[in-house]
C-alpha cells in the first residue's frame, strides 16, 4: 500500500498562503515557518505530518500528496480548513 510523509503550514486566508510560499522559496526554512504561522497543531513539529496512507487525509491532500514531486512546496491547497502548503518528504508506491 502506498505511503507518504508530508508537510504543511495551515492559515486562514489564499493570501498568506501565498506570501508564506514566497519567503520559503526565497529561502525561509519551511519548518520555521510553520511554527511561526500555522493554525495546525504540527506547526509544533515544523508542520510535520508523519506517515500515513491514501485516505486518512482530505481529498485535497491526497490529490496532491500522492501525485506532486518530492521536496518541492505545492499550493495554496485550499480545504474546509483553510489554506495550505505542502511540501511531500517521501513516499512508497
Known sequence: MAKATARHILVASEAKCNELKAAIEGGADFAQV????????????GGDLGSFGPGQMVKEFDTV????PLNVVQGPVKTQFGYHLLEVTSRQD
Not at 34 to 45: E, F, G, I, L, Y
Not at 65 to 68: C, E, L, T
Open 34 to 45: 510553520a511554527k511561526d504561522n500555522s493554525t495546525c497543531p504540527s506547526s509544533r513539529q
Open 65 to 68: 500528496v500522492f501525485s506532486a
